[in-house]
């Protein structure tokens, strides 16, 4: 099992970063929502939201993964590192399925290069905040926990 940093000195940076993402994927959504809410859930192919691709769903989609980091980066309680890490995982996946099938009919959110650039952009700093935002109380903060309880193997 992998040993993330605990209590590392720039958490307070990383949590901003992870607000950051989570308030402009509220914000990509919010004007996706106001933009296309009038051409069906996966209409307005070629539609431009914030200079990128995208429909009504991958709008909704954003508004809620954006809702649930910035709750969970309110909430902290290292609940935001396990959000941050699954959602930011579940970004790069989504962004990689794009940008396989941009230019094809299987580009079902209407996605451009750009909004998978933002995507891995964006899915690659809710990883890195998953990573680093992690916090033990300070007597447990230095060993991996087997080494702590006295096991070796």
Request: no cysteine; hydrophobic share 50%; net charge neutral.
């Amino acid at each position: 099992m992998a040993h993330y940093p605990v209590n590392h000195p720039m958490r307070p940076l990383y949590r901003a970063l992870a607000a950051l993402a989570g308030l402009y994927l509220v914000l990509y959504g919010v004007v996706g929502l106001i933009m296309v809410s009038d051409g069906g859930l996966f209409g307005h192919p070629d539609e431009r939201i914030l200079g990128q691709g995208g429909n009504l769903f991958w709008s909704i989609v954003s508004l809620l993964v954006g809702v649930v980091v910035l709750i969970a980066t309110v909430l902290g309680r290292n609940i935001d590192t396990e959000v941050n890490r699954v959602l930011g995982w579940g970004l790069l996946v989504v962004g990689s399925y794009e940008l396989a099938a941009s230019r094809t009919d299987a580009n079902f959110l209407d996605f451009s290069i750009a909004t998978v650039v933002v995507t891995y952009l964006v899915g690659l700093a809710l990883v890195t905040s998953g990573l680093y935002i992690k916090t033990e109380r300070t007597e447990n903060a230095g060993a991996p926990r087997q080494v702590r309880e006295g096991r070796t193997a």
